[in-house]
């Protein structure tokens, strides 16, 4: 099956308070086409799970500094300062997550399980209201699994069944967005033929992909 799809073509999937994971580090990894199509769309109110929100200009800061997002699950935000001035003046709610602790909360949103289990954050403002379990004498903060509406992936190639390659790095969240999100939407820079891909390149499986965007 061809999930090609072009830009017009998305812009009716994105509705107002809509949850969204979107890949990338700092703006590598996102996708820039993604991203100007949820600007286009003029949706608003979003809960965005992201690693960080990278600058004004670059990755998803566009939405900060537009005020399309109500809340940000977030790693960090320092090198976007829109985003701490929204958080100050209360116009966006943040939920800081140490970056790990992120990832593995995806993940198990993709993986079907009740949360993690890790020692990060013990003893500090990190374990506000959150549940504590002890094992074998240590001491764990119970994260809870996140799971998106949509996840915007950016990756090299694609095939048309939807077999992901990611540029080296540029990879980061973007495989374990893909499994936590109901409906998963890569950009890639080049779409092949099915059996053009040698399955060792593969990193995120065609059945996870349900759009391509070239």
Known sequence: MDKTILVDELLPIFKDGLTIMIGGFMG???????????????????TLIVSDTA??????????VN???RKLIVSHIGTNPETGKQMIAGDIEVELVP?????????????GLGGILTPTGVGTSVAEGKE?????????LLETPLR?????????????????????????FNP???????????????IVEIGEIDP???VTTGILVDKILV
Do not use: W
């Open 28 to 46: 590598v990894g996102t996708s820039a086409k993604l991203v100007a199509a949820l600007m286009e769309s003029n949706v608003k109110d979003i």
């Open 55 to 64: 600058t004004p200009e670059k990755g998803v800061g566009p939405l900060i």
């Open 67 to 69: 005020s399309r997002v």
């Open 99 to 111: 970056q790990g602790t992120l990832a593995e909360r995806i993940r198990s949103g993709g993986s």
């Open 132 to 140: 504590i379990i002890r094992v074998d004498g240590r001491d764990y």
């Open 148 to 172: 998106a509406d949509v996840a915007l992936l950016k990756a090299k190639k694609a095939d048309k069944s939807g077999n992901l390659v990611y540029n080296r790095s540029a990879r980061n």
């Open 176 to 190: 374990i967005m893909a499994l936590a999100a109901d409906l998963v939407i890569a950009e890639v820079d080049e």
């Open 200 to 202: 060792e390149d593969v």
